[in-house]
């Protein structure tokens, strides 16, 4: 089960994604965190952040709107409070983050380095929550230019040498654009997708149900959209992919490993089954036994056509 991710060694393909997963400790009364490949954490950024007002959440058909707006407790209270934990549990520990320019993403991986706090980076290039949809007239995502991807990540790659992995956006016409624009920067991975933009109505009120209009879809209903995206960089790519979006057991994280993911992300489907990351390790370790496969990494890529 165990993979090599870009440099970062995980015991099996299997972590949670950024913002559903807190900091590690708020699912600590379900199961063992360590356990999991990685523990990815919710994005940090220099300063506290307070996201948006709410409403901040919206179900929908299979998924869910989101515009929490990267709400953190910032570096400092990161490194001081939370890190101690994941490290105290034996975790391996991907630390999110995001920044206002690419020198605050630099500052950020600088510190989580020197402090020993994060086995490896994602950097949030992909956030689709963090303006007001309101005042900024559809400002484009850093991950919808691949100049500014090669940008920022050539900037935090020269920052540290811990795996870095960049966070790309659907919200794009051609997502093998960004994904190469990052490699040739210097990034060790990609992990592919981010939230897909949406929005709900409230019908009798006329008015948004979101406080922000905008949000970021996720669940089960974006998994062909991420899947496809996946097939589509894996086919290009040198370096390795996570794959996410819509992910809820087992059978959708092999699903994503056939069509090219290295490892797998599970997000939204941990507040519904808090368990779900521990439950598709283990129906992937069945999967292989029941088809004699005697190490995962022979799934990556496998989809036969």
């Known amino acids: ?25 708020e699912y600590d009364r379900y199961y063992d965190v360590a356990t999991l490949g990685a523990v990815t ?19 929908t058909p299979a998924g ?14 990161y490194l001081r409070d939370k890190t101690p934990y994941l490290r105290e549990k034996g975790a ?57 991807v090669a940008q920022y990540t050539r900037t935090i790659r020269s920052a540290t040498k811990l795996p870095l992995f960049i966070k790309l956006t659907p919200n794009i016409l051609d997502i093998r654009e960004p994904a190469l624009a990052a490699q040739e920067a210097g990034a ?13 109505i409230d019908a009798e009120t006329r008015r948004p149900r979101l406080s922000n209009i905008v949000g970021g879809l996720s669940g089960p209903c974006i998994k ?25 057991r087992a059978s959708d994280a092999i699903e994503f490993l056939l069509a090219g993911a290295r490892a797998v992300s599970i997000g939204s489907m941990s507040f519904r089954q808090p368990d779900a990351p521990v439950q598709a390790i283990r129906g992937i370790a069945a999967y292989l036994s029941r088809h004699a496969i005697d190490d995962v990494n022979k799934l990556v890529g496998a989809m036969e056509t």
């Open 92 to 148: 391996t520990i991907i630390t999110n983050i995001y920044g206002a320019n690419a020198d605050e993403y630099a500052e950020l991986a600088r510190r989580l380095e020197a402090a020993g706090a994060a086995d490896a980076i994602e950097a949030n290039l992909s956030c689709p929550n963090v303006h007001d949809a309101k005042t900024t007239r559809g400002a484009p995502l850093v991950a919808q230019d691949p100049e500014r």
């Open 1 to 25: 089960m165990a993979i090599d991710l870009g440099g970062l060694n995980m015991k099996n393909p299997v972590t949670v994604a950024s913002g559903t997963f807190g900091y590690g400790r």
């Open 224 to 248: 062909p959209v991420a899947l496809k995206m996946v097939w589509d960089a894996a086919r290009v790519l040198r370096i390795p992919i996570i794959g996410a979006g819509g992910i809820c």
């Open 64 to 77: 869910i709107l989101n515009a929490i707006g990267l709400q953190n407790v910032g570096i400092d209270a």
């Open 188 to 200: 060790d991975g990609v992990c592919l997708i981010n939230t897909l933009l949406g929005m709900a």
């Open 41 to 59: 954490t919710k994005s940090i950024s220099l300063k506290p952040r307070p996201g948006n007002r709410p409403p901040r959440l919206v179900e």
